[in-house]
Each structure stands twice: as C-alpha cells, then as structure tokens.
C-alpha cells in the first residue's frame, strides 16, 4: 500500500514540474501559448510595427501634400490592416498576445516627424518608412526559418509585400 501511495505522490510532483517548466503565458492565465519564445518574439514585433506603420500613414495623409506620399500612406493602411487583421488572428489561436501599442522608440520617431511640413515632412516620412520596412523585411525573413508552421506560413505570405513597400519606399525617397 504504501508503494502504491510513493508511486502516486511522486507520478503527482512529476506532474506538477512539468506543468509548471513553462512559464509563458497567454492572455488567459489557464492557457499557454502555442507557440516558441522566437514566435511570440515575432507576435509581438511584428503587430507593433504594423501598428506604427499604420500610424505613421494616417499623420502623412493629414500631413503630407504630395500626391505620391499620399498614395504611399494610403497603401500602408491598407496592406498594414490587412497584415494585422491576419497576424491578430495567428496569435489568438496561438494563445499569444500581440503587442497593442505602438514602442516609445517609434512613438519618439512619430511625434518627431509629425512636427515637421511639407518637403521635411515628407523626406522624414519617407527616411522612417525605408528603415522601418528595412527593419521588418528582416524580422520576417528571420522567422522564415521557425518550426511553427502557421507563423512561418504568414511570414511567407506577408514578405514579399513588405519587400515592395521597402522597394517603393526607397523610390519614392530618392525622388524627395
């Protein structure tokens, strides 16, 4: 009887470590997230800096008053929208939590440029555009390479449009 009652109290704390090894946590603090640290890494990184393109797009579209920067703006709400809508949806099924605002770091490099008008502004829109776009075609090329199939999945999917925005960016700045 007692070898019974040993066995179950150890099968028990054995049990009990495991379930506790992993400490991320998802939004409901009785499901962990589905997804490795370098996933949740992306969830986070990639929606914060969709919402700071979408962002930075709305003040060059109140601020900006060449057509071509504009379009551009109008562009990078759309796609970026989209991208978030899709990226939102991985990470609830993933039980991992997005990021909902936008870092100090881009907050800081949107009221700056927002300070400006006309030509400065747009060239500073555009300079943010290049090295934020420079910065995510590496963010999701880098995640190409994850064991998560569905965030490896929309990584793919979403690439090869943050590569145009970038090709574009840098066309449309050369010509500021």
Excluded: W
């Amino acid at each position: 009887m007692k070898r019974i009652y040993h066995a179950g109290a150890i099968a028990l704390f054995c049990f009990a470590a495991v379930a506790c090894n992993d400490n991320r946590r998802a939004k409901n603090y009785n499901e962990k997230t589905l997804v490795d640290d370098m996933s949740l890494n992306f969830i986070k990184k990639a929606s914060e800096a969709g919402l700071t393109e979408i962002k930075a797009a709305n003040v060059a579209q109140s601020k900006s008053t060449n057509p071509k920067v504009v379009e551009f703006a109008k562009m990078m709400i759309t796609d970026h929208t989209k991208s978030s809508a899709e990226l939102n949806k991985l990470a609830a099924d993933k039980y991992a939590v997005p990021s909902t605002q936008v870092s100090p770091m881009h907050q800081a490099a949107l009221d700056s440029v927002a300070k400006l008008s006309g030509p400065a502004f747009d060239k500073a829109y555009m300079d943010m555009m290049v090295k934020d776009h420079s910065e995510a075609v590496q963010l999701y090329y880098d995640i190409t390479q994850s064991k998560n199939k569905p965030v490896r999945d929309y990584a793919e999917k979403n690439l090869p449009v943050l590569k145009m925005h970038l090709e574009h960016a840098k066309t449309l700045d050369s010509s500021l």
